[in-house]
């Protein structure tokens, strides 16, 4: 009977197996496979572990990397920070509370084509409103900041972008959590003279520790690997997905191999790095 039941388990799961092997593990295997050979349009040559010597020798990748490292972290960290702002805010009552709890959304829900040229449109350095205001008119910055085409200067655009536009996601992550404390432990910790700061601090924080762990995990990953935005924003923003980009489609020369060690290199950085959060922070 329990053979039967496990016959019955491995052939209902084993379409959704076979799905993802083929979607996820295949690609995984072949840029491996690619990233030992000098693949190009035209040619396909063995050479080993080459491709990955360059890759760690240029340094290049290693500013990328560390750019990138840069703006995974700013926009993690400021997006949590915003979202438990907000998710705290909005978890209480007053007037219109549906209607702002709305409207919050709008920068998640909101076609991303659409808002990055607003944002380009107010970040223009010729015709924009930001540059015309507080450059132009009030003199508080100069006239001449090219915000999106100089390299510092679009990875802080592209940063902010990103944190108002993922911020709502963590903000309803976090506001369920809040919604499923206990009005108990906040009645208690009053009656015990606790200040705000004292229920925010010992109970509210420790009940949203492991969905902000979790949610801080999810963003790091999506936002280490992030492309469309940042480059939509700019591509002088100079993050890793960009730097792999410019390796492949930018150049009439493309070099598949190298990329493909690139991202090779980048999983394994990538799965230190979960490993070791999801057993220090997240304690799974």
Excluded: C, H
């Excluded at 996820?24 to 080993?48: A, E």
């Excluded at 209480?92 to 040229?117: A, D, M, Q």
């Excluded at 090779?264 to 220090?280: A, E, P, Q, R």
């Amino acid at each position: 009977m329990l053979k039967n039941e496990n016959r019955l388990g491995w052939r209902l799961v084993s379409p959704t197996v076979v799905l993802l092997m083929v979607l996820i593990l295949y690609p995984v295997v072949y840029n491996i496979y690619i990233s030992f050979f000098d693949y190009g349009i035209t040619r396909s040559t063995f050479v080993g572990i080459d491709n990955y010597l360059r890759v760690l020798k240029d340094g290049a990748f290693w500013k990328s990397f560390f750019i990138t490292i840069g703006f995974t972290l700013m926009t993690v960290g400021g997006s949590l920070l915003l979202g438990l702002g907000v998710a705290l805010m909005l978890n209480k009552e007053f007037k219109g509370r549906s209607i702002v709890r709305t409207i919050v959304l709008l920068p998640y829900i909101t076609p991303l084509i659409s808002i990055v040229f607003s944002w380009q449109y107010i970040f223009d350095p010729s015709l924009g409103p930001f540059v015309e205001i507080f450059g132009r008119q009030l003199g508080w910055i100069s006239p001449q900041l090219d915000l999106l085409n100089n390299s510092n200067n679009a990875f802080i655009v592209a940063s902010v972008f990103n944190i108002w536009r993922n911020f709502p996601f963590v903000y309803l992550m976090i506001l369920s959590r809040l919604q499923s404390i206990p009005d108990e432990y906040y009645e208690a910790a009053e009656m015990d003279g606790a200040t705000p700061w004292k229920k925010f601090t010992n109970i509210t924080l420790p009940e949203l520790y492991f969905v902000m762990g979790a949610v801080a995990l999810m963003r790091g990953i999506w936002n280490f690997y992030k492309f469309d935005e940042v480059y939509l924003i700019s591509k002088k923003a100079g993050t890793l997905p960009i730097f792999i980009y410019e390796r492949v489609i930018g150049t009439t020369s493309p070099e598949f191999g190298v990329a493909a060690a690139i991202a090779t290199v980048l999983m394994v950085i990538m799965l230190g790095l979960i490993t070791m959060y999801v057993k220090k922070v997240l304690k799974w």
